[in-house]
Antibody, heavy 123, light 107 residues
């Protein structure tokens, strides 16, 4: 069964950096694009970033562009999110999300989400 | 960016009520839309994909409809376990965008 396990969250001061990891299992990681989605306390869901199956294409929300970097290591079945210049606005639960399944040229909304890891940016 | 306008932001309903939630996209997204249910402290759970396809294992009282810019999630007879927050997600174009959410509360 598909498992996505995030780690690396914690409390960090504004302006500092943090790297999140997501260990994937139960599917062929190297053939799926992956996403990070976050949810600030008592707020809605916000898509953060995506990476293609081979790591060659990356996409970012405007709110994190230039500060966050998504990457992957297919040999380790692991997705990463390097977060620099953190601000209080980045406080959220960060979810690792597997691209939805595809049928022919049509792909569907993501089904599998990790349990999330909490990042708190506070002085 | 494609904006997803979800309404209402909250509603109060009784067990057995029919509930309808709407998402409107700022431009056409074909049927590249999913609906999710989220309960406190949990990750979102996919209910509907491709705008109207019911996720396996999800009760048939949930249904989705729409294409292009107007989408609807309907719960035909609200059950106690359905009290939660619901989100739509468009995955037609990056950046992916979510609706603002609809909190379904007990009347």
């Amino acid at each position: 069964q598909v498992q996505l396990v995030e780690s690396g969250g914690g409390v960090v001061q504004p302006g500092r950096s943090l790297r999140l990891s997501c260990a994937a299992s139960g599917f062929t990681f190297s053939t799926y694009a992956m996403h990070w989605v976050r949810q600030a306390p008592v707020r809605g869901l916000e898509w953060v970033a995506a990476i293609s199956y081979d790591g060659n294409n990356k996409y970012y929300a405007d709110s994190v562009k230039g500060r966050f970097t998504i990457s992957r290591d297919n040999s380790k079945n692991t997705l990463y999110l390097q977060m620099n210049s953190l601000s209080t606005e980045d406080t959220a639960v960060y979810y690792c999300v597997k691209r939805g399944e595809c049928s022919g040229t049509t792909c569907y909304a993501p089904k599998y989400w990790g349990q999330g890891t909490l990042v708190t940016v506070s002085s | 960016d494609i904006q997803m306008t979800q309404s209402p932001s909250s509603l109060s309903a009784s067990v057995g009520d029919r509930v309808t939630i709407t998402c409107r996209a700022s431009q056409g997204i074909r049927n590249d839309l999913g609906w999710y249910q989220q309960k406190p402290g949990k990750a979102p759970k996919r209910l509907i994909y491709a705008a109207s396809s019911l996720q396996s294992g999800v009760p048939s009282r949930f249904s989705g409809s729409g294409s292009g810019t107007e989408f609807t999630l309907t719960i035909s007879s609200l059950q106690p376990e359905d009290f939660a927050t619901y989100y739509c997600l468009q995955h037609n174009t990056y950046p992916l965008t979510f609706g603002g959410g609809t909190k379904v509360e007990i009347k």
